[in-house]
């Protein structure tokens, strides 16, 4: 039907031409951004989903800045400690020859003059070993707690079995034992952690010793539980002359550094390992005796050989976590392209589908618009 004051089909080409200019808004849009979900009014659920991603995202740049500065630290440290290792090996050579008693008087001097260059060397190279301000072949700073348990008096010819727990913190265990008159003795230390200590003696010369055994913990899920089972005997029975004392068992946290290493909150802990001459036993050396001098060096040895060994270690621990924080950042950001960005093919696609349906509207809106004057026509 024809009406003057009524067009439906202009009404029908209107409508679709506004509809269709919206679409075109909106694929204009993903184009020029490249994204799907700008807004939360695009695609609520998707965006709040992305914005999770997102800051997931961040948070593992965050934890990846953390573990390369770690790695830079542990980096500087096992360099350092090897190259300890490197000089003490020289000292422990130099420690020999003083103990060769056919060298005359000058050459030992000249050795020891030798001993304590090297030994200064040692102590600056552990001094100059920070990064970013943190050294850990020097100690923190920072005040550490120990404890003690005593167990008084000398038990003669008997024997004692008790256990302690350290907790699940990293630390060292220092287990005091002074042996008295002494020609039967059996100690027995199982540290809780797949490691044991034993010594045994038997019918051999009546003795005396104090020991100090030590033991380092790194930081486990589990306590550190020490048990140990002594028995000692000697010629003065058991009225307390011979036996076994024990004047302290000390449990001293460990000097550690915390980095940040997971996107939860949780840290990693990178342990101190002081090795100037005075840590190592070496800051006294021109007082001791040849055969000292000789074990005290190889005692150091033994540590730094530990201490870089630790270092080494923790490095590849840590390029195995930077690994998988890159991993999971690159699923993080797959995950989040899924989720908001726009297909720019399908959008091209569509944006040339509807600039030719536009262009039809636009002369169907035209042919609409016209049919008014077909009433004239049938009027003249």
Not at 55 to 84: C, P, T, Y
Not at 201 to 228: C, L, R
Not at 265 to 283: I, R, Y
């Amino acid at each position: 039907m024809l009406s003057l004051l009524s067009n439906e089909g202009s009404m029908l080409a209107r409508q679709g031409l506004a509809s269709l200019n919206r679409r075109m808004d909106t694929t204009r849009a993903q184009i020029s951004s490249g994204l799907k979900v700008q807004t939360a009014r695009d695609d609520g659920a998707a965006y709040a989903i992305a914005t999770r991603i997102k800051s997931d995202q961040m948070s593992q740049g965050v934890v990846q800045n953390n573990l390369s500065r770690a790695q830079s630290i542990v980096d500087v440290a096992r360099g350092s400690a090897e190259a300890i290792t490197d000089l003490l090996g020289q000292m422990h050579e130099r420690a020999l020859m003083l103990n060769d008693t056919s060298l005359s008087p000058e050459a030992l001097q000249s050795v020891r003059d030798d001993l304590n260059a090297l030994n200064s060397q040692l102590d600056s190279t552990a001094k100059t070993s920070d990064f970013n301000g943190i050294n850990l072949l020097q100690t923190s700073g920072k005040a550490t707690q120990n404890w003690g348990r005593p167990y008084g008096g000398i038990v003669g010819g008997g024997s004692s079995y008790v256990n302690y727990d350290a907790g699940n913190g990293a630390g060292r265990m220092d287990f005091y034992l002074n042996l008295h008159n002494v020609n039967n003795a059996n100690v027995n230390i199982d540290w809780g952690d797949g490691s044991q200590y034993t010594f045994n003696y038997s019918s051999g010369p009546a003795f005396s010793d104090n020991k100090v055994i030590q033991h380092d913990y790194e930081a486990g899920w589990d306590n550190h539980t020490m048990t140990y089972s002594i028995s000692a005997s000697g010629p003065g029975g058991a009225g307390g002359t011979s036996g076994f004392h024990i004047p302290g068992v000390n449990f001293i946290p460990a000097d550690t550094t915390e980095i940040t290493a997971y996107a939860s909150g949780e840290t990693v802990s990178m342990t101190h390992k002081p090795m100037g001459s005075g840590d190592l036993g070496l800051n006294d050396l021109n007082s001791l005796d040849a055969a000292t001098v000789l074990s005290t060096v190889e005692a150091a040895l033994s540590t730094t050989l530990d201490s870089a060994a630790y270092f080494g270690t923790l490095q590849n621990r840590l390029e195995r976590m930077t690994t998988a924080s890159v991993k999971r950042a690159d699923v993080l950001e797959t995950a989040h392209g899924d989720l908001v960005d726009a297909d720019l093919a399908k959008q091209s696609a569509l944006w040339q589908a509807d600039q030719t349906q536009q262009s039809l509207i636009q002369q169907s809106l035209a042919i609409a618009n016209s049919a008014p004057r077909v009433l004239l026509q049938l009027f003249n």
